[in-house]
């Protein structure tokens, strides 16, 4: 599969410093920052800072350097915001089955309270 990466979308802009962020993890890999929306307590986005559109895309394409850096992030966020101890949820979306909204990978930390089910089924 071909990825098209474009570099006008908001994370990518972010990473260029187009785009103000509330930074809580910054790595020569990744950038992590608070979600606008969030959807508990602790909601932190760790995006890599190469131009990859998903997880598959990136597990693929990247360097084994990027792969473990971004995947180190995500656990140094998790410790930061304190969510191991009670659990956290980490959800990637991709494409539109996915519910991407913004095409750059990107990792949402979600923890702080009890966040429930994620998929009920359909009926």
């Known amino acids: 599969m071909s990825f098209q990466y474009d570099d006008q979308n908001i994370f990518a ?4 410093g187009e785009i103000p962020n509330n930074t ?3 790595s020569e890999h990744a950038l992590a ?3 606008l929306y969030p959807q508990a307590p602790t909601h932190v986005l760790v995006i ?17 350097v990027e792969i ?6 995500i656990g140094e966020v998790c410790k930061l ?3 191991s ?3 956290f949820r980490a959800i990637s979306n991709a494409g539109t089955n996915g519910v991407q909204e913004v095409p750059h990978l990107h990792v949402h930390i979600l923890g702080g309270r009890p966040l429930g089910r994620m ?3 359909e009926s």
Do not use: C, N
Not at 48 to 64: M, N, R, W
Not at 68 to 73: D, K
């Open 13 to 16: 802009k972010i990473l260029r």
């Open 24 to 26: 809580v993890y910054e």
């Open 33 to 35: 920052f608070r979600d």
């Open 48 to 64: 890599p800072k190469g131009p990859y559109v998903s997880l598959d895309h990136f597990t693929q394409d990247a360097s084994d």
């Open 68 to 73: 473990a850096g971004f995947m180190r992030a």
């Open 81 to 83: 915001e304190g969510v």
């Open 85 to 87: 101890a009670d659990g």
């Open 119 to 121: 998929l009920a089924k």
